[in-house]
């Protein structure tokens, strides 16, 4: 079936807000200007959904775990390297969610891509960009004949897959596969062009492949189908917008490419057995000065009042840098042919005066994993607004010591000795008492993101967040979509583990 998810588009833009219950404080809304344009831009392989149970007033525990687990998904990476399995989850709050989320493995090349998306005025760049940046990425480490080999096979019509999916719900409609095959196609012939003139540095082609795609996004809004009228499938994929944080592994090295609010946080294990978060993504909004600095210097200096206000964008657009949102983008002679007949003059932010405002280029950072470094969690703002990284990380870390007393006890290797097997039955008798309800990590964060207190889980505060109406719920809390990578310390204490290549 076809998701009528945004049959209107809505450009959503946050705006302070401040709201209470019992139990929360918390700051998040969402001012909503209503697009009328027809946007089916992906159909379902399958749905989960827990909609009936969104409706009750009153949740069981029961109940309440049967939400919390619906989207839920765990992996084992087999035959790979520095990752050995990730657990991933998804909570929405809008309906139908903004959030997407993808896990694939490169397969012409090494390495294991993981990322979340986060779509605001509707769910269709998050989407497109959930099943298109990923090959993007791959081609730009694919050697020169490689490069070759794929255009010849595009050419001939045959089909080029550079990655292996995990998990996917959904595909894009057909009448728009054929339009991204050549957007691709172009990208492809752009590759072997700056193959020759310059060398590979892994931190600048992930950024090359964020910003092509972004600039294909809204070329491909511009373009007219049936005679002189513009496709309203791709124009409202520009219209729509999305921040993503994608995380690339291979063995030892990990980059990070981080456009917009999301962010990616490693859980580190110290000496003396204390977790550290440490952050590996950098958040474009106002909490950041550098990036406040940088927008206000690519502007005249008579638009210091305008071009941030209200910790927005232009009072409007809380991300500072993102995907699509073209009604930030394009020139406003551009806006008006071709958006404004379609959505009306509330399309145009005010004090629109010297476009582009946003950008889709990401920061890239490259991490040297360690033995120290246990998992990775990716997460999409809806968990940064209520859990701390900190917190996070030593949720996710309690949740590794109590989930090995969930399954029989097996010995990792044989030929143990005996004072090796007591120390790892008086570490399972330890992990009982943080013996979790959940064995995936995601989840368990959303449990706790909910309804974690001082003394635990509170079942009335996380049944509330719950059951909350569909026109209230979006004020308490946002979607929210959470990966957590594990990662294999034995693998990262062998040297070969440092030494792939592509950096």
Avoid at 54 to 81: D, G, Y
Avoid at 423 to 434: H, I, K, N, P, T
Wanted: aromatic share 6%; charged share 20%.
């Amino acid at each position: 079936m076809f998701i009528e998810n945004v049959s209107k588009l809505s450009v959503l833009t946050k705006v302070p807000f401040v709201c209470s219950s019992p139990s929360t404080l918390f700051k998040l809304s969402k001012l909503s200007l209503k697009f009328s344009v027809s946007t089916n831009i992906v159909c379902y392989h399958s749905i989960s959904t827990s909609s009936n149970a969104l409706r009750q007033t009153k949740l069981t525990p029961q109940e309440v775990t049967t939400i919390l687990r619906a989207n839920e998904f765990s992996l084992e990476i087999e035959n790979h390297t520095s990752v050995k399995s990730y657990d991933s989850n998804q909570l929405p709050s809008n309906k139908p969610i903004e959030d997407t989320r993808c896990e694939a493995k490169c397969l012409l090349t090494t390495g294991v891509l993981l990322g979340v998306f986060d779509g605001h005025g509707g769910a269709a760049c998050a989407q497109v960009l959930s099943k298109r940046l990923f090959d993007y990425i791959a081609a730009t480490m694919l050697p020169e004949q490689l490069i070759e080999d794929c255009l010849t096979r595009l050419e001939n019509q045959k089909p080029v897959e550079l990655v292996e999916s995990y998990n996917d719900k959904f595909d894009i409609v057909g009448e728009l596969k054929q339009l991204y095959l050549n957007s691709f196609k172009t990208f492809l012939k752009q590759l072997l062009t700056s193959q020759k003139e310059q060398q590979f540095e892994m931190k600048q082609m992930m950024a090359n492949a964020f910003l092509t795609l972004d600039q294909h996004l809204s070329q491909e809004a511009q373009m007219k189908q049936g005679g002189n009228h513009l496709n309203l499938k791709t124009l409202g994929v520009g219209l729509s917008g999305a921040v993503c944080c994608v995380a690339h592994i291979d063995g030892a090295h990990l980059h990070v490419a981080n456009t917009g609010d999301a962010q990616a946080v490693i859980g580190v294990l110290t000496d003396d057995n204390h977790w550290i978060a440490k952050k590996v993504s950098v958040e474009h909004n106002t909490d950041n000065v550098r990036e406040v600095e940088r927008i206000l210097n690519e502007h005249p200096k008579n638009e210091r009042d305008t071009v941030i206000r209200m910790e927005r964008l232009l009072g409007q657009l809380a991300p500072l840098r993102a995907f699509g949102d073209v009604r930030y983008k394009w020139s406003k002679e551009l806006l008006q042919k071709h958006v404004l007949p379609h959505v009306g003059e509330q399309a145009l932010a005010p004090n629109y005066y010297t476009p582009p405002y946003l950008t889709a280029r990401p920061d890239v950072i490259h991490y040297r994993l360690t033995p120290r470094d246990r998992f990775l969690i990716l997460a999409t703002d809806g968990l940064w607004d209520l859990l701390s990284p900190l917190q996070a990380v030593r949720l996710v870390g309690e949740h590794m010591s109590g989930k090995v007393t969930l399954r029989p006890l097996q010995l990792p290797r044989k030929h143990m000795k005996l004072a090796e097997i007591n120390d790892l039955l008086v570490a399972r008798q330890e992990g009982l008492s943080l013996k979790p309800l959940d064995s995936n990590a995601a989840t368990h964060l959303l449990r706790h993101a909910l309804g974690g207190t001082e003394y635990g889980i509170e079942h009335a505060k996380i049944a509330q967040l719950l059951s909350m109406p569909q026109e209230v719920v979006r004020l308490f809390r946002d979607d929210i979509t959470i990966t957590v990578v594990y990662l294999d310390s034995e693998y990262l204490r062998q040297p070969h583990s440092q030494s792939t290549q592509g950096r």
